[in-house]
């Protein structure tokens, strides 16, 4: 099979689900980006950062990459503090029912989650 067609399945399946008008009959999602285009709603795709285990102050050590978010999902960016607030572990990528929270305390640690889906690799500037 065609690896092009493989990678245009999911705009081409976004572009039915508009065409055929079941977005029109659903509230709009938060964070969800829905561009008017001849009339019919479009859901924009949304690449964002992937990386699933990087330690402060060293590069991505596991699970480097990039994902594409679906409808329900959103670009995380979630970061394991110690007490004094000294950064210890980063992670990114896709996330679904993502939320965001700031300073929850888990055991000696505080975790902080941001979630956005503005634009492209969004979860990079976080």
């Known amino acids: 099979m065609d690896k092009s067609i493989l990678l245009e ?4 399946l976004c572009c039915f689900r508009a065409l055929s008008g079941s977005l029109l009959q659903r509230n709009a999602a938060v964070n969800e980006v829905v561009v008017m285009e001849d009339n ?5 795709i949304v690449q ?3 990386c699933h285990l990087q330690f402060s102050g060293e590069k ?3 699970g480097r990459g990039i994902c594409t978010a679906s409808i ?3 670009c995380v960016f979630g970061r394991i503090s110690k007490r004094d607030g ?3 572990l980063i992670f990114m990528g896709c996330q679904k029912n993502c939320a965001d929270v700031k300073g929850i305390r888990w055991s000696v640690y505080f975790v902080n989650f941001k979630c956005c ?6 979860n990079e500037d976080l």
């Open 9 to 12: 399945l999911p705009i081409l």
């Open 40 to 44: 019919y709603p479009v859901i924009e």
């Open 48 to 50: 964002c950062r992937m």
């Open 60 to 62: 991505c050590s596991r």
């Open 72 to 74: 329900e999902e959103s």
């Open 86 to 88: 000294t950064p210890l």
């Open 117 to 122: 889906r503005g634009y492209d690799l969004c």
